[in-house]
């Protein structure tokens, strides 16, 4: 009997030892795949453009003059036009412009006043020429450019937009760059 338990007990030992020797490879082959998913590759496309549009002149400040606080709601008060006359531009069939200014903190999609602005509460917000809403930091609506005279127009919108309880009297004013893109 005890020849028989001497047996059944070196015949487990065994299998114990086949297990974990199992469960060691096991455990190396996972993590042989888990290093494999920890590589990849980058894939960079672009196309190069003969140049870029130039601003043709100089950008005049937009003025919104005197504003009742009490009318700024919405944004459609006291709108004031936005010309950026483009010239040189390459052989593109579009062009877009990115505002690059810092986001008014309560309504992400408006111009932030600058920290020396006294009056508080409202924030610039910037228009399409069809009147979309364009948000700060996202591309404005293409605009043709034409190809014989390498010119184009973008025309935008700008109008204070509250954007807190109440809207507190004094001056402000925000200041953006903006970038161009091509397609």
Known sequence: ???KLKK??????????????????AGLAAAS???????????FKGEIIAGACTVDGE?????????SGSAIVDGSVAKQDITINLTGCPAVANVKLTTNGDKDVTNNKLLKLSDSSLATGFGIGLYNEDGSELA????????AVNPELGTAVINLKAAPVKVGESVTGGAFDATTS??????
Not at 33 to 43: F, N
Not at 136 to 143: A, F, L, R
């Open 136 to 143: 700060v930091q996202t591309e404005s609506n293409p605009v």
């Open 178 to 183: 903006f970038t161009l893109s091509y397609n």
């Open 59 to 67: 950008l005049a400040p937009i003025a919104f003059g005197d504003v």
């Open 1 to 3: 009997m005890k020849c």
């Open 33 to 43: 795949v888990h290093a494999a998913d920890e590589s990849g590759s980058l894939k």
């Open 8 to 25: 059944q007990r070196d015949m487990l030992m065994k299998m114990n030892t086949y297990f974990k020797v199992g469960l060691l490879a």
